[in-house]
Nanobody, 122 residues
C-alpha cells in the first residue's frame, strides 16, 4: 500500500523559507513521480512542482514558483522535499504531496497525503 505523509508546514513571514517533506512508503524510488499541489481557501487546487524518473529524471514547476521553490528527493530516506524560499502571502495554502501509484507520470498523481498547512504573513 502506498502512503504519503507531509510535514514541515507552519507560519512564516514573507520573504522567509520553509522545507516541506513528503515521507513515503510503498513507493519504488527506482521508478516514480511525486508532486506537490496546494489549495488555498476558496480556491482550486493547483500543481506546484513534480519530480520524476521519466526522461532520465526531470523536475517541473509552476510558473508562480519557478526560481523560488526547489523539489528534490532523498532515495535513501524515501522522501521528497519542497524547499520554499522567498515566500509570499499568496503561497499560503494546504500543501499536499501525491504520487503516481503505477508509474512515473506527473500527470497521474492519484495517491495523496493528508497535507500540511503553510501560512505566510505579510
Amino acid at each position: 500500500e502506498v502512503q504519503l505523509v507531509e510535514s514541515g508546514g507552519g507560519l512564516v513571514q514573507a520573504g522567509g523559507s520553509l522545507r516541506l517533506s513528503c515521507t513515503t512508503s510503498g513507493v519504488t524510488f527506482d521508478d516514480y513521480a511525486i508532486g506537490w499541489w496546494r489549495q488555498a481557501p476558496g480556491k482550486e487546487r493547483i500543481g506546484v512542482a513534480c519530480i520524476t524518473t521519466s526522461n532520465g529524471g526531470s523536475t517541473y514547476y509552476a510558473d508562480s514558483v519557478k526560481g523560488r521553490f526547489t523539489i528534490s528527493s532523498d532515495n535513501t530516506k524515501n522522501t521528497v522535499y519542497l524547499q520554499m524560499n522567498s515566500l509570499k502571502p499568496e503561497d499560503t495554502a494546504i500543501y499536499h504531496c501525491a504520487t503516481d501509484p503505477g508509474g512515473n507520470s506527473c500527470l497521474n498523481l492519484a495517491v495523496w497525503g493528508q497535507g500540511t498547512p503553510v501560512t505566510v504573513s505579510s
